[in-house]
């Protein structure tokens, strides 16, 4: 036995002198005001803040492991938090992880970040301004439901869905721009937004329903479209249809060449 324990207490005094790192233990973790969880392939997700800064940022890691995710309800009711900027290591911010942030009023999502999920951004009454970078693929149902204060949203060039409701009762947006990457509008994604007058639909979105769009509100003023082939179903005769001018032969001929 006194040889067992000598020879062990070598093996870890070896493992120390050479700096050899501790296998990952996965669970959850409390560092400073970071609730973390840490997976067996030791990427970390973010689990709840329990600080009560205005401004947060992110990290990108804690002691070398990746943040790799926002976690659900992580900063759900977080009244306190005022603009909060997300490490570019992020690639999925969860269910209601910002949900009913009253004062949030400037949120930086990190260049990863592929989903917005549902309810993620829910009720940020404060909301003004959002960038969608290029990474973003989906913005899931309801992700900024209730942002009454947003006016801008800058959409990547990545994305491909807007889920249901997903900017449902965001009253001060006016003007919407969706670019040619998104192939699918889900229903009352942009429902109950009573300012939006103005809206431009990308050339890969193939069938769009505006009676299933845009419910529960005035008819918009201008809707364009960079997709000859679109096709509108039920759309007020209120509502002008600007569509793209007709490609001429050599346009054609040339686009094939470029193939």
Same mark, same amino acid.
């Given at each position: 036995?006194? %040889?067992?324990?000598?020879?062990?207490?070598?093996?870890?005094?070896?493992?120390?002198?050479?700096? =050899?790192?501790?296998?990952?233990?996965?669970?959850?973790?409390?560092?400073?005001?970071?609730?973390?969880?840490?997976?067996?392939?030791?990427?970390?997700?973010?689990?709840?803040?329990?600080?009560?800064?205005?401004?947060?940022?992110?990290?990108?890691?804690?002691?070398?492991?990746?943040?790799?995710?926002?976690?659900?309800?992580?900063?759900?009711?977080?009244?306190?938090? &005022?603009?909060?900027?997300?490490?570019?290591? &992020?690639?999925?911010?969860? %269910?209601?992880?910002?949900?009913?942030?009253?004062?949030?009023?400037?949120?930086?999502?990190?260049?990863?970040?592929?989903?917005?999920?549902?309810?993620?951004?829910?009720?940020?009454?404060?909301?003004?301004?959002?960038?969608?970078?290029?990474?973003?693929?989906?913005?899931?149902?309801?992700?900024?439901?209730?942002?009454?204060?947003?006016?801008?949203?800058?959409?990547? =060039?990545?994305?491909?869905?807007?889920?249901?409701?997903?900017?449902?009762?965001?009253?001060?947006?006016?003007?919407?721009?969706?670019?040619?990457? &998104?192939?699918?509008?889900?229903?009352?994604?942009?429902?109950?937004?009573?300012?939006?007058?103005?809206?431009?639909?990308?050339?890969?979105?193939?069938?769009?329903?505006?009676?299933?769009?845009?419910?529960?509100?005035?008819?918009?003023?201008?809707?364009?479209?960079? =997709?000859?082939?679109?096709?509108?179903?039920?759309?007020?005769?209120?509502?002008?249809?600007?569509?793209?001018?007709?490609?001429?032969? %050599?346009?054609?001929?040339?686009? %094939?060449?470029?193939?």
């Amino acid at each position: 036995m006194k %040889r067992f324990i000598l020879t062990l207490l070598c093996l870890l005094c070896f493992g120390i002198a050479f700096g =050899n790192e501790p296998s990952v233990v996965s669970g959850d973790y409390i560092i400073d005001d970071w609730k973390i969880y840490i997976s067996e392939e030791g990427k970390i997700s973010i689990k709840d803040y329990k600080g009560s800064s205005e401004n947060v940022e992110i990290p990108d890691n804690f002691d070398g492991f990746p943040v790799v995710s926002i976690g659900e309800k992580a900063f759900q009711n977080k009244d306190s938090l &005022v603009s909060v900027t997300i490490s570019d290591s &992020v690639t999925l911010i969860d %269910r209601y992880a910002f949900g009913s942030c009253s004062k949030l009023k400037s949120v930086v999502i990190g260049k990863s970040v592929e989903t917005i999920s549902e309810y993620a951004f829910e009720d940020c009454e404060s909301l003004e301004k959002i960038v969608i970078p290029d990474s973003v693929k989906i913005i899931k149902e309801s992700a900024f439901y209730g942002c009454v204060n947003l006016t801008s949203v800058d959409f990547g =060039n990545s994305l491909e869905k807007i889920g249901n409701e997903a900017f449902r009762q965001c009253s001060s947006l006016t003007s919407v721009v969706i670019p040619d990457s &998104v192939k699918d509008i889900h229903f009352g994604a942009f429902s109950a937004c009573e300012r939006l007058t103005d809206f431009t639909i990308g050339k890969s979105v193939l069938s769009f329903d505006y009676s299933q769009i845009f419910l529960w509100m005035e008819p918009l003023h201008t809707i364009t479209l960079k =997709n000859a082939g679109t096709d509108l179903i039920k759309v007020p005769s209120s509502v002008q249809v600007i569509k793209p001018k007709a490609k001429s032969l %050599r346009e054609q001929m040339q686009e %094939r060449n470029d193939k």
